[in-house]
């Protein structure tokens, strides 16, 4: 009979350890989803930024060594990212080719000027920055006039910032949300627990000892949660990027690293925090307290 007993609290005891964990791995695995989803979000707002160039139109007057020397200048700035240059023939070439006839011959002339088309790295392309760079570029003897959207640019500016903080605000709800879930699942069990917390106390165990091995427990559950958290979303990642290619992925190793580390220190963290907080609410409890 008694052995019966011992069997079924030892399944029990095994059943609350794998809850507890599952639970774990489940949170963090919505924590790491939002991490994904920011590191993406971050490389296309990147990606949409640096496609957002800008055409410096030259002056006809202007000689070919002064422009291609202007635009080795363009180049070697630590705004610009890429330029390239496009003389009088190939504008009149991709002109004709999208209107569907040779407007050189009915004009006579070729009206076109060359141009540079150039294209900033994220940091500069936001309105601010890029105002600067077209004083900048004015600046340039060779330079007639510098052509772009700024009203896209405002657009595109505006978007990325609410997205960012829509994204930080969701982060944060879920973050909180996961503390409370995990700490609750932890909270019920050491409250299991805790008939066996005061007989350590009765037979003369000190509060550290009695706390140790439960924090034990919880860096043990918080690590092999995160291990589950983190297969989930390297499968999540592996078949993204061949549904989605391109979209997200393994591209950027490092970033990817970071976040599984971060997901390993979360779990470990609220784990280590919550079963501290809840160990030591009932090794301060009365006795009669404790059948509430």
Known sequence: MAQSKQIKSGRKLRSSYVTTTISIALV????????????NAQKLSQYVKEN?????????????????????????????????????????AELT??????????????????????????DYAHPDSIATV??????????????????????????????ALILGVFA???????????NNTIRLSVYSKRFLIRTMQLVGATKGFIRQPF????????????????VLLAGLVYYTSHELAGVIGFQNMDLILILFGIVIVS??????????????????LRTDDLYF
Do not use: C, W
């Open 28 to 39: 963090l695995f919505l924590l790491g989803i939002i991490g994904l989803l920011s590191l």
């Open 52 to 92: 957002i160039g800008f055409t410096v139109l030259i002056k006809d007057n202007a000689r070919e060594a002064e422009v291609k020397r202007l635009e080795k200048l363009l180049t070697t700035s630590p705004f610009i990212k890429q330029t390239e240059y496009v003389d009088k023939e190939r504008a009149a």
């Open 97 to 122: 080719e999208e209107l569907g006839e040779d407007f050189v011959d009915f004009l006579g002339y070729n009206p076109l000027l060359s141009s540079i088309e150039v294209k900033l790295f994220a």
């Open 134 to 163: 077209e004083a900048v570029i004015m600046d340039f003897p060779q330079v007639k006039e510098v052509l772009y959207q700024k009203n896209l640019i405002h657009l595109v500016h505006q978007n990325v910032q609410r997205i």
């Open 172 to 182: 944060l709800m879920l973050l909180l949300i996961a503390i409370a879930l995990i």
């Open 215 to 230: 924090l034990m427990t919880s860096i043990l559950h918080g690590l092999v949660g995160a291990t589950l958290a983190i």
């Open 267 to 284: 779990g470990v963290l609220i784990t280590l925090v919550s079963t501290y907080i809840a160990v030591n609410k009932y090794l301060n």
